[in-house]
Nanobody, 125 residues
Framework: QVQLVESGGGLVQAGASLTLSCAVSGRTLGSFAMAWFRQAPGKEREFVAGVPWGFSRPAYADSVKGRFTISRDNAKNTASLQMNSLKPEDSAVYYC??????????????????WGKGTLVTVSS
């Protein structure tokens, strides 16, 4: 069984920063890609940022480029999402996901194998 647990969400004002964390535990996953997605009320889930296994460059949605930074610690099986200059439109439930035994940089949500339960981020104007 694989578990992903997100943390770090909360209520902040526009312009503030937050750091989300994702801890992966369970059986051996091999090389795996990690990504963050989000879903706002009434909207479909969307890709935010992803980081491949190894030394490939991370990928970001255009809406967060330059403001969000994804990182991972393979030794600890954790990933973080540093979010700066937050905007009200960033408000959503943020989900961590992994694609196991995979070293590429395709972060389509239907390709991810495991998901966390999400953490809520609310940005007030």
């Amino acid at each position: 069984q694989v578990q992903l647990v997100e943390s770090g969400g909360g209520l902040v004002q526009a312009g503030a920063s937050l750091t989300l964390s994702c801890a992966v535990s369970g059986r051996t996953l091999g090389s795996f890609a990690m990504a963050w997605f989000r879903q706002a009320p009434g909207k479909e889930r969307e890709f935010v940022a992803g980081v491949p296994w190894g030394f490939s460059r991370p990928a970001y949605a255009d809406s967060v480029k330059g403001r969000f930074t994804i990182s991972r610690d393979n030794a600890k099986n954790t990933a973080s999402l540093q979010m700066n200059s937050l905007k009200p439109e960033d408000s959503a439930v943020y989900y961590c996901a992994v694609r196991t035994y995979y070293t590429g940089n395709d972060f389509a949500d239907d390709g991810m194998d495991y998901w966390g339960k999400g953490t809520l981020v609310t940005v007030s104007s």
